[in-house]
């Protein structure tokens, strides 16, 4: 075994003189120090070069902001289906609540979680196993995927933003998720405690729920149950529905869309996961009964075919997940594999490939956002850039809109949500076929 040696002064002293020998690392420093290192490692050329033009452009207008929140996953899906409602009610700008969507998602996610620990308990799972540990750890944060953001619009519909508004709470969820991640390991402390009496369990789980619904409540409002609608379309016409629940108005401006029947994609690179097969997290999910959080993985270049069909043949957003860190420009909005020369900054040889970057922790998805344009060159076929309708607000980039070069989809888009309909007849067997299952902790089963 090789022991663990600690630095000596002989070996610090070496570092210093080789660091001093060579004038560029100075040089470096300097400039980093000043300016930062993402201004220093700007490719300049390929900044210049990553045009916002695009052969196929979907107006879903102003961008959303999810502020100090992790709800990007259902800001864009939502971004989706607000796009939807505003052609069913001939609208020029129209928004959902997230806070909404949010509300139900957090309440039902403790309900999940109490009753998927209680099951572990009465199993008997240490408390101290890697899984009791992953899962109490990873409690009560805002991330998501498609399938919960259906889950969610399934059960309890939508409303419109002015209905139930952002509360302090919405726009800065750190102070709230950390008065639920409390209770919640409180009533899991209590189950240990209480193992092997099942009814005292139960009764735990029971007034857990109920604490969830009364801190949720105070932080985001009592959401509305029915609601008056009526509104002013773009050509000035009036229109009253009178009074109509949010799954009602779910059903009735975006319902006929099919979102709910969507397919997740995802690229899971590792070779140990054959492409044309179905996985699955265990553990992962928000509303008990709901469809189960699984994707298929397929090829990335049939992930960007279907992406391009949609938006050139039907004219609607796509949902998709990514790595938004590696290569991105925020202030500009841009992401290219290229866009910054960390190594030669640094003369360090970033080499890995998607596959390695997953295997070793260095990339998952962490965010979510809708591709809302494409250039495709003149083959009809070959895609050159992807325009990105993200949720941070219209003070940066493009008024809030990103460019992405087709290399960078490529390395960094894990997932993407699209039709059924669209797959062709293997596929769809193959999600009819049991899924392979990975354990909680899978880097696959990141949220965004």
Request: proline letters at 4%; hydrophobic letters at 40%; aromatic letters at 10%.
């Amino acid at each position: 075994m090789t022991d663990i040696t600690p630095l000596t002064g002989k070996t610090l002293a070496a570092l210093r003189d080789e660091f001093d020998a060579d004038g560029t690392n100075r040089l470096a420093m300097n400039a980093v120090t000043a300016a930062g290192i993402d201004k220093v490692a700007r490719n300049y050329d390929r900044a210049r070069l990553l045009q916002r033009r695009f052969s196929t452009v979907i107006d879903n207008g102003e961008a959303t902001h999810q502020d100090r929140s992790g709800r990007c996953w259902l800001f864009s899906s939502l971004n989706v289906a607000r796009f939807i409602a505003k052609k069913s009610m001939n609208l020029k700008e129209f928004e959902f609540s997230q806070n909404y969507a949010m509300y139900y998602d957090k309440l039902e996610r403790v309900n999940y979680f109490l009753k998927d620990m209680a099951a572990l308990v009465e199993a008997g799972e240490p408390a101290d196993s890697r899984l009791v540990q992953h899962l109490l750890a990873d409690v009560m944060g805002d991330g998501g995927q498609w399938t919960m953001a259906m889950n969610v619009y399934k059960k309890y519909g939508a409303v419109p933003k002015d209905l139930f508004p952002e509360t302090e709470s919405s726009k800065n969820t750190g102070p709230m998720n950390k008065q639920l991640r409390a209770m919640l390991h409180t009533a899991v402390a209590h189950m240990f405690a209480a193992k092997g009496d099942a009814a005292k369990i139960e009764e735990i789980v029971k007034d857990a729920v109920a604490a969830g619904h009364r801190i949720l409540t105070i932080h985001l409002g009592e959401p509305p149950v029915s609601f008056d609608w009526e509104w002013t379309d773009k050509d000035g016409a009036f229109h009253r529905d009178g009074e109509i629940t949010p799954q009602e108005f779910w059903a009735k401006y975006v319902g006929e869309a099919g979102l709910e029947d969507y397919v997740c994609l995802v690229d899971d690179p590792r070779q140990e996961h054959p492409k044309g097969k179905k996985i699955a997290i265990e553990h992962l999910g928000n509303v008990a009964g709901g469809d189960p959080t699984e994707y298929l993985n397929v090829p990335n270049q049939f992930m960007k075919d279907c992406v391009r069909k949609i938006l050139v043949e039907q004219g609607i957003p796509v949902w998709f997940g990514a790595d938004c860190g590696p290569m991105m420009d925020r202030e500009n909005g841009a992401w290219a594999t290229d866009l910054f020369e960390y190594g030669k900054v640094y003369d360090v040889d970033f080499d890995l490939d998607k596959e390695q970057r997953v295997r070793f922790g260095e990339s998952a998805m962490n965010h979510a956002m809708a591709f809302a344009g494409v250039d495709v060159a003149d083959d009809g076929t070959t895609t050159r850039r992807w325009r990105v309708e993200n949720s941070w607000g219209d003070k940066i980039a493009d008024k809030g809109y990103f460019t992405m070069s087709d290399d960078w989809f490529t390395e960094y888009v894990y997932e993407v949500a699209v039709p059924k309909s669209m797959l062709p007849a293997e596929y769809q067997q193959a999600l009819a076929e049991p899924a392979i299952s990975l354990p909680a902790w899978d880097p696959m089963g990141a949220l965004a």
